[in-house]
DNA sequence: ATAATTATTTGACATATGTCAAACGGCGAC
DNA sequence: GTCGCCGTTTGACATATGTCAAATAATTAT
């Protein structure tokens, strides 16, 4: 999962404001560093922390046939967690491998939710937080069905211009649905 | 946009036991029939009411190079609206057409606002519906991603197997991002 | 019922992408 | 520095899907 809004960084910041809620926050939050190859989130446990990326890269993979299968890439101020496994305490679908060694905000799904509970601004932040992640499926997904795989890698970059540098070739053409060799010869022709 | 699932229906059911709630909700919404070819919502306007299905079939779909591109089919209790445009009050990326004549209950957002303010279950209704809605378009985003597009077909006919005999072949194929050619040829082979 | 329109199937061929294998290149261990 | 590993590129060929055109089949209007 992840997602970036002007709206809800600007209501968490006075949100901050209030010295209970930063207190309540900063006691139930951990941060933690994390060295490229460490697992978040294994597939088939279940997610019980919500990861803020403060510095770093994770990439979302599942095995599919013996091969891995990249779902997502998440980068600074995203969040790391398996939305499905979160909300329904079922086995993830995926897993969350760190690409690079990364400084990470931990908070339990269980004191989040307390948190949610106790300052509704937490609450309308996740409501946020699932629109905003929705409608960029919904994006991903019409680029998916309709756009060529150069078309989707141009977007990919234009978006994410570090990625090449941060990730490599094999997992971003898996996230784009093709494969290496097709990914290396659409950037051989530019 | 689209929802179903039994969580949010038992909550619903309970709900409307208070009879201020239901009143206040009958008030908010309206049964409406339209027939097949209407269109509930145009590509560029705003969406500002929410749909829920009652009986019938309705699609979404947008313009693309003079080709329209299916998104999303909605049947029986799914709810239709545009996520990106009733939030953010944006012009529509997608238009909905009415496939078979249906009855529709009709909400204005505005007024869903205000239910979901004076009540808080419409809110958790909401919360949950999207955390659904969310965990639905990862499932398609990874079956768009690396299903073949026979595998596609079996598992809309498995989850949809009215969806055949209600929808035109030319709909379903750009649904799953494939031409009508190629559809008639992965159903003939069985 | 008949004609007109629309939806679906089929065929021939073009293009995009996948698969397998080999070669190339950078980079760390020793 | 050299070796070996890993990621990437390139080539040859296979397969899936797209495109265009025509033929049927189904639906709708008159």
Redesign the interface.
Known sequence: ?KYQEAIIEDLLTAAFQDEALRDAYYEAAQEKRFKKGDLLLEQGQICRHSYILLSGAVRGF?L?DGRE?T?SFCFTSDVVLS??SA?RLTPSPESFEVLEDSLVEVVSMEKMARLRERFPVF?KV??LS??A???W??E???S???ATAKERYDQLVERYPEIVRQVQLSHIASYL?ITLETLSRIRAKG
């Open positions: 999962m599942y599919k299968v779902t939305l499905e909300t609450e996740w409501t699932m629109e992640y929705a409608i499926l919904e991903r997904l019409a998916l069905q309709f649905g």
